[in-house]
C-alpha cells in the first residue's frame, strides 16, 4: 500500500494497482523492477486549470466547496516516463474540508476533464480526529474538487422515493425531464439506463468507438453505450443490435446493474443451486430469462434490488425512474462508495 499524504490531502494506492509489467513494458523490454522510480504528486492546478475549474462551475450552476486538487502517478526510468492514470479497481483519496465550509452543503465530488466537462465520481463526508474530509472514489487520477448541487424536483414531493431521486440528482447522476419535473413513474430506455449507470461509477464517458450499428455518433448516449460496453456492463441484443430506444425491463437492468457490482466489488458469490433457492420464493420465478437469473440473485442476495412484492419480481416489466434513482442509491451504499 502506498500512501502520500499533505495538509490538504491523501492519496492511497494499493500497491496491486501499479502494473509494473505494463509500466516495464512500456519503459523498455530490459527495464527491472528496481530500476522504476514512482512518483506521487498531490498538486494545486495550475492558474488556467483553476479558471477552468470555476468556468465549469458557472456553466453546470454549481458552487465549488474545496479549491481543486490534481493527483498525478509518474513512473520513470532514465529518461522515459509513463503516466499512469487509469486503474482496476476504486482508489480512495481523501480531500480536507476547509474551516467554515458547510459540509451538509456538499453533494459530490466531481472529476475535471481537460477539455473542462465534469462528471461525478462516488464520494463520501467523513469525519478523522474532529476534521471533516471529502473521500472520493475514482478508477482514473484527474483533477478534483468538491461541490454544492442541490436538486430538488417538483414533481417528487411527496413521492416514496423523493430522497433517493433528489440525492441521485445532486450528485450528477440522474437528470430531470424539464421545467424542474422528474417524471418518477415513466419509463426509462436501455440507453438512458446505461447512462445513469455510467454516471453513478464515475466512469469516463468514450469518444467515437461504436460497437453498436444502431447506436451513431450524434446520439446523446453514444459515448456512455461505448464506456458501458467497454466495462462489460452492457451487451448488446447481439453482436451488432443495442436498442438504446427500447424500454428496459427489470431482468435487464438488474443483469447490467450485477455486472456494475463486479467494478464496485459487490460481488455475491453464488453457490450451487442456489439460484434455485433465492428465486423459488417468488410466484414469476419461471418468467426469468435464463441469462438473468445469477444477476437477478446477485441483486436480491446484496439487497440491492428487491422484488415488486413479497412474491414477485416482474422480470418483464419495465423499471421506473423512480425504482431506478433507488437502485443506483442502494447500489453505491453497499459498495461503500456514497
Known amino acids: 500500500m502506498l500512501e502520500v499524504k499533505t495538509a490538504s490531502a491523501t492519496y492511497t494506492l494499493p500497491a496491486s494497482e501499479l502494473d509494473i509489467d505494463s509500466v516495464s513494458m512500456q519503459l523498455g523490454q530490459n527495464v527491472s523492477l528496481q530500476d522504476i522510480k514512482v512518483e506521487i504528486e498531490i498538486a494545486k492546478p495550475s492558474a488556467n486549470v483553476v479558471k477552468m475549474v470555476e468556468n465549469a462551475a458557472k456553466t453546470g450552476d454549481f458552487a465549488i466547496m474545496v479549491p481543486a486538487v490534481e493527483f498525478v502517478i509518474n513512473c520513470t526510468c532514465s529518461d522515459k516516463m509513463v503516466n499512469v492514470s487509469r486503474f482496476n479497481s476504486y482508489v480512495e483519496r481523501t480531500v480536507a474540508i476547509p474551516d467554515g465550509i458547510d459540509r451538509t452543503k456538499i453533494t459530490t465530488g466531481i472529476i475535471v476533464s481537460p477539455d ?200 418483464k416489466g419495465n423499471i421506473t425512474r423512480a425504482e431506478v434513482a433507488l437502485i443506483i442509491e442502494r447500489l453505491l451504499e453497499k459498495s461503500k462508495l456514497i
Not at 182 to 209: H, K, M, S
Open 116 to 315: 473542462g466537462t465534469v462528471r461525478h465520481v462516488p464520494t463520501q463526508i467523513i469525519q478523522i480526529n474532529g476534521k471533516y474530509y471529502a473521500k472520493i472514489n475514482s478508477l482514473t487520477n484527474s483533477i478534483y474538487t468538491v461541490v454544492s448541487y442541490t436538486i430538488e424536483f417538483s414533481d417528487i414531493v411527496n413521492h416514496w422515493a423523493k430522497d433517493a431521486i433528489n440525492n441521485m440528482g445532486s450528485r450528477m447522476i440522474v437528470t430531470g425531464m424539464g421545467n424542474g419535473n422528474y417524471n418518477p413513474d415513466g419509463d426509462i430506455t436501455r440507453g438512458e439506463f446505461a447512462a445513469i449507470v455510467v454516471r453513478a461509477l464515475g466512469l469516463e464517458t468514450g469518444r467515437g468507438e461504436y460497437k453498436f450499428s444502431d447506436v451513431k455518433a450524434t446520439n446523446w448516449f453514444s459515448g456512455y453505450i461505448e464506456t458501458a460496453s467497454k466495462y462489460g456492463i452492457i451487451n448488446g441484443y447481439n453482436e451488432s443490435t443495442f436498442a438504446p430506444n427500447d424500454k428496459i425491463t427489470r431482468e435487464q437492468a438488474m443483469t447490467m446493474i450485477a455486472r456494475a457490482m463486479k467494478i464496485t466489488g459487490l460481488e455475491s458469490s453464488l453457490k450451487d443451486n442456489e439460484n434455485y433457492t433465492v428465486l423459488k420464493g417468488y410466484s414469476d420465478a419461471e418468467d426469468i430469462a435464463d441469462y438473468a437469473k445469477s444477476s437477478i440473485v446477485s441483486c436480491l442476495k446484496t439487497g440491492v434490488v428487491s422484488g415488486t412484492s413479497s412474491n414477485t419480481l416482474a422480470p
